[in-house]
């Protein structure tokens, strides 16, 4: 015999995995339940169980002076502990929660509460409080740049005129406001027309540019022969 006995102690408020010497008396065991089950001695009545799939019951242990070990239990069974007197020792009423005084609150007396998940909620406009994005983002201006113009863009380097032709304007994902999108003539940008995977438009990669309107001038702008290798 295995000098440990491997088994689950279920109980109407517990359940666990225990570990017991096989050699120890039933009345020993009883005393070992109690501690965590919250039964008395005097009122467990200990039945064993083939597993919790199998609630039928193999053996009652009813022989206090019997060693465990006599009734040949073997590991992972079901020791079933039920309680013979549950009002002396409040079994199950721990965890009947039909026994329990519910607290209702009607919805405008709820409404009234000053701190309440509600109250937060409003007064820091978080989720259905918070404002639309509609109601925040300003009305954009209106920009008279068409696309397919020819355009220059404003640089902060001096001597250098960045030309190109206009193939978008207006809002996007990545920014607030109204943008317009270039294709310049030479690879002087930053992206293809697209940004953070969303396309505006396309063109080669480092051709495409976004600026704010302010910075681009529309008009007769041909090309320029730029010598990139001495910039």
């Not at 039945?47 to 009813?62: A, E």
């Not at 310049?184 to 953070?196: A, F, H, I, K, T």
Request: net charge negative; with cysteine.
């Amino acid at each position: 015999m295995s000098s440990t006995l491997h088994v689950f102690v279920v109980s109407p408020d517990t359940r666990s995995e225990r570990r017991f010497d096989p050699h120890i008396t039933i009345g020993q065991l009883k005393s070992k339940l109690e501690l965590f089950t919250g039964i008395p001695v005097s009122s467990q009545l200990i039945s064993v169980l083939n597993s919790d799939d199998d609630p039928t019951v193999v053996v009652q242990l009813s022989d206090d002076s019997k060693a465990l070990g006599f009734y040949s239990l073997r590991d992972w069974q079901v020791l079933k502990v039920d309680d013979l007197n549950p009002s002396a020792s409040f079994t199950g009423q721990l965890t009947d929660v039909s026994q329990v005084e519910k607290f209702e609150l009607s919805d405008d007396a709820y409404a009234e509460r000053k701190d309440s998940v509600l109250a937060y909620k409003q007064h820091h406009k978080v989720g259905r409080f918070a404002p639309k994005i509609d109601q925040v983002r300003e009305a954009s201006p209106a920009v008279d740049i068409a696309i397919g113009s020819r355009c220059e863009v404003e640089s902060s380097e001096p001597g250098l005129s960045k030309r190109g032709t206009v193939r978008f304007v207006g809002e996007t994902n990545f920014a607030s406001g109204v943008w317009v999108g270039v294709e310049y003539d030479e690879p002087l940008g930053r992206n293809n027309g697209s940004v953070q995977g969303n396309v505006y438009f396309t063109c080669r990669p480092n051709y495409g540019v976004f600026v704010k309107p302010d910075k681009v001038k529309t008009g007769d702008f041909p090309e320029l022969d730029l010598d990139l290798d001495e910039m």
